[in-house]
């Protein structure tokens, strides 16, 4: 099983950027598909971006353009990279971890996956 640690989170001004870091323990992520979910305040969990075992990636359509997902096997590591940082992106992070035997499997639904992180807090201001 594999075990998850977020780090990055942190308060910008709208317009910033951020880069967050999952780093992975236990087992090697080569074997999952990974994801980014995000939770604001009052609202419900939802995919940001995955990718998947070949580095195929998926984004919800609300950071297209302005996130990006990318993962590193040798260093056990899934990054999210944000530019251009809103005040509608205020959230706790999460990242996750599905296992699978697909090269290409992109899920973006929070009950696809079965290892979590304990979250890392990003605030944007105006």
């Known amino acids: 099983q594999v075990q998850l640690v977020e780090s990055g989170g942190d308060s910008v001004q709208s317009g910033g950027s951020l880069r967050l870091s999952c780093a992975g323990s236990?087992?090697?992520?080569?074997?999952?598909?990974m994801g980014w979910f995000r939770q604001a305040s009052g609202k419900e969990r939802e995919g940001v971006a995955s990718?998947?075992?070949?580095?195929?990636?998926k984004y919800a359509d609300s950071v297209k353009g302005r996130f990006t997902i990318s993962r590193d096997n040798v260093k056990n590591t899934l990054h999210l990279q944000m530019n251009n940082l809103q005040p509608e992106d205020t959230a706790m992070y999460y990242c996750?971890?599905?296992?699978?035997?697909?090269?290409?499997?992109?899920?973006?639904?929070?009950?696809?996956?079965?290892?979590w992180g304990q979250g890392n807090q990003v605030t944007v201001s105006l």
């Open positions: 236990g087992d090697t992520i080569s074997g999952y598909s």
């Open positions: 996750a971890a599905a296992s699978t035997r697909l090269l290409g499997w992109l899920p973006l639904s929070a009950g696809l996956y079965g290892y």
């Open positions: 990718i998947s075992r070949a580095s195929t990636t």
